[in-house]
T-cell receptor
Framework: EPEVTQTPSHQVTQMGQEVILRCVPISNHLYFYWYRQILGQKVEFLVSFYNNEISEKSEIFDDQFSVERPDGSNFTLKIRSTKLEDSAMYFC????????????????FGPGTRLTVT | GQQVMQIPQYQHVQEGEDFTTYCNSSTTLSNIQWYKQRPGGHPVFLIQLVKSGEVKKQKRLTFQFGEAKKNSSLHITATQTTDVGTYFCAGRNSGGSNYKLTFGKGTLLTVNP
């Protein structure tokens, strides 16, 4: 069964450093997302991406964050200057649709990248 | 902004007992999805509800969407140890974006064998 993959599984970085989290969505999906989950807390929406542009972003997704689809398969999340509070699990997800009915609206999540900022 | 609340935060049951988690939104939802996250795992899609008053069943799991489309519930009959995990509801705002899913805080279910 197709799955979303993410690398690395764990990233440790120092405060102020830039990190790039990588994701390979399911190949025929068109909609891509990043979420984060601080340990033991809820999953929080960061950004959605469709047709090579951001379709929506949350208040968490400030100027320190950016997303890119550099080629036909990868989808990346960059944090320019990491802060301690960026420590969390970051999940990438993809779906083939966003519409209320029909099929393909379910989001498939990757295994996540645990980011630790020291 | 939209808030999605879930109760209870934790639920511990004996195997064979039933379990229910409730989800309430501060705004009317266009649809609601349910996800399960095993300990150390990632969210896995369970179901989507769209229609007012809709009820869907998956084996021992029953999902309901309220008439006003502001609340939902997940009921598990006769829990098994494989049901352990955190159950999240996630909603899309009616009239809002198609893209943003707002997750509840989840209910962590533990099952004593």
């Amino acid at each position: 069964e197709p799955e979303v993959t993410q690398t690395p599984s764990h990233q440790v970085t120092q405060m102020g450093q830039e990190v790039i989290l990588r994701c390979v969505p399911i190949s025929n999906h068109l909609y891509f997302y990043w979420y984060r989950q601080i340990l033991g807390q809820k999953v929080e929406f960061l950004v959605s991406f469709y047709n090579n542009e951001i379709s929506e972003k949350s208040e968490i997704f400030d100027d320190q964050f950016s997303v890119e689809r550099p080629d036909g398969s990868n989808f990346t999340l960059k944090i320019r200057s990491t802060k301690l509070e960026d420590s969390a699990m970051y999940f990438c997800a993809s779906s083939s649709s966003v519409f209320r009915t029909g099929s393909g609206y379910e989001q498939y999540f990757g295994p996540g990248t645990r980011l630790t900022v020291t | 902004g939209q808030q999605v609340m879930q109760i209870p935060q934790y639920q511990h049951v004996q195997e064979g007992e039933d379990f229910t988690t409730y989800c309430n939104s501060s705004t009317t939802l266009s649809n609601i999805q349910w996800y399960k996250q095993r300990p150390g795992g990632h969210p896995v899609f369970l179901i989507q509800l769209v229609k007012s008053g809709e009820v869907k069943k998956q084996k021992r799991l029953t999902f309901q969407f309220g008439e006003a489309k502001k609340n939902s519930s997940l009921h598990i009959t006769a829990t098994q140890t494989t049901d352990v995990g955190t159950y999240f509801c996630a909603g899309r705002n009616s009239g809002g974006s198609n893209y943003k899913l707002t997750f509840g805080k989840g209910t962590l279910l533990t099952v004593n064998p």
